[in-house]
């Protein structure tokens, strides 16, 4: 009667890793086949873009704003448009859309708060930061994906209502080239820049509801309290309050300015422009030092 052979113990099959393949020291033998390459600002971007599409908060705010916009812009255009009083005092019909844009403009802010600050309060951005310790490059992915999201949907929707508003109101002046401009172009990077510093401001804060507050603050508080200052001794501060409150700098693309002095021109884009950057070295200061 002959015994059972015992099997003789297989050498573990050797693993071939793609080309480009680490091979790790702490285990002999293996090779991971996962490439590794030195991440750069490309796959941060593509990580930011990811994370704000597939969010149904970025859908409901963009698509209430856009039809904020649209809605009060076209309504603004038929009422006007149906008057049958003269002409709009030698205005164009570009400035109808002023009401829709400053309304919308509260769904930018919340959208660019929400960017960064529901990172904070969900503790998702512990594992942004794993994947991508470096922080700066993390703030302007975020900001680069953020700010050509707003711009892209502000100039669609503006472009749009700006369109059909000219082609209802027919008693209304002939927009210039400069007008169509500003009209468009410039007051989407106003909103665009405006949603940027929204979003600086809860990578700051860390706290979605303090940061939104803040900044409805910072869009309000200065027309408010200027609407009761009646004291002649705060003359100068009411009307640089005026002067350099949001609404006003907003309707200046539309040269439809709350007084006679103070920025003009594209001075408001280069006004909240400066603020931005100065807001933006400020938030990555604030990163380099805090903790996650």
Not at 161 to 176: D, I
Not at 202 to 229: D, E, K, N, Q, Y
Not at 247 to 253: A, G, K, T, V, Y
């Given at each position: 009667?002959?015994?059972?052979?015992?099997?003789m113990p297989?050498?573990?099959?050797?693993?071939?890793?793609?080309?480009?393949?680490?091979?790790?020291?702490?285990?002999?033998?293996?090779?991971s086949p996962?490439?590794?390459?030195?991440?750069?600002?490309?796959?941060?971007?593509?990580?930011?873009?990811?994370?704000?599409?597939?969010?149904?908060?970025?859908?409901?705010?963009?698509?209430?704003?856009?039809?904020?916009?649209?809605?009060?812009?076209?309504l603004?255009g038929?009422?006007?448009?149906d008057?049958?009083?003269?002409?709009?005092?030698?205005?164009?019909?570009?400035?109808?859309?002023?009401?829709?844009?400053?309304?919308?403009?509260?769904?930018?802010?919340?959208?660019?708060?929400?960017?960064?600050?529901?990172?904070?309060?969900?503790?998702?951005?512990?594992?942004?930061?794993?994947?991508?310790?470096?922080?700066?490059?993390?703030?302007?992915?975020?900001?680069i994906?953020?700010?050509t999201?707003?711009?892209?949907?502000?100039?669609?929707?503006?472009?749009f209502?700006?369109?059909v508003?000219?082609s209802?109101?027919?008693?209304?002046r002939?927009?210039?080239g400069?007008?169509?401009?500003?009209?468009?172009?410039?007051?989407?990077?106003?909103?665009?820049?405006l949603?940027?510093?929204s979003?600086?401001?809860?990578?700051i804060?860390?706290?979605?509801?303090?940061?939104?507050?803040?900044m409805?603050?910072?869009?309000?508080?200065?027309?408010?309290?200027?609407?009761?200052?009646?004291?002649?001794?705060?003359?100068?501060?009411r009307?640089?309050?005026?002067?350099?409150?949001?609404?006003?700098?907003l309707s200046?693309?539309?040269?439809n300015?709350l007084?006679?002095?103070?920025?003009?021109?594209?001075?408001?884009?280069?006004?909240?422009l400066?603020?931005?950057?100065?807001?933006?070295?400020?938030?990555?200061?604030?990163?380099?030092?805090?903790?996650?």
């Amino acid at each position: 009667m002959s015994t059972p052979q015992t099997p003789m113990p297989q050498a573990p099959p050797e693993w071939q890793g793609a080309p480009g393949a680490s091979y790790h020291p702490g285990h002999p033998g293996y090779t991971s086949p996962i490439p590794v390459v030195r991440t750069h600002l490309g796959h941060a971007i593509a990580s930011e873009w990811t994370k704000i599409r597939s969010v149904r908060s970025t859908m409901w705010t963009l698509g209430v704003f856009m039809l904020l916009v649209v809605g009060i812009g076209l309504l603004a255009g038929v009422l006007v448009g149906d008057s049958s009083e003269g002409d709009l005092g030698g205005e164009s019909a570009l400035a109808l859309g002023f009401f829709g844009l400053l309304l919308g403009s509260m769904c930018v802010i919340t959208l660019g708060v929400l960017t960064t600050a529901s990172e904070y309060g969900t503790g998702m951005i512990r594992t942004t930061m794993t994947a991508c310790p470096s922080r700066g490059r993390v703030l302007t992915a975020k900001a680069i994906v953020f700010f050509t999201l707003a711009f892209t949907v502000t100039l669609v929707s503006a472009g749009f209502v700006a369109l059909v508003q000219v082609s209802l109101v027919t008693n209304a002046r002939e927009p210039s080239g400069a007008e169509w401009l500003k009209g468009t172009v410039g007051v989407s990077l106003y909103i665009a820049l405006l949603g940027l510093l929204s979003l600086l401001v809860g990578s700051i804060i860390r706290h979605s509801a303090g940061a939104i507050t803040i900044m409805i603050a910072a869009v309000l508080a200065p027309l408010v309290i200027a609407l009761f200052m009646f004291s002649s001794s705060l003359e100068g501060l009411r009307t640089a309050l005026f002067e350099y409150s949001i609404p006003n700098q907003l309707s200046i693309f539309y040269a439809n300015s709350l007084s006679e002095s103070g920025p003009s021109g594209w001075d408001p884009l280069w006004i909240i422009l400066g603020v931005t950057a100065v807001t933006f070295a400020g938030a990555v200061a604030l990163q380099e030092k805090r903790d996650v």
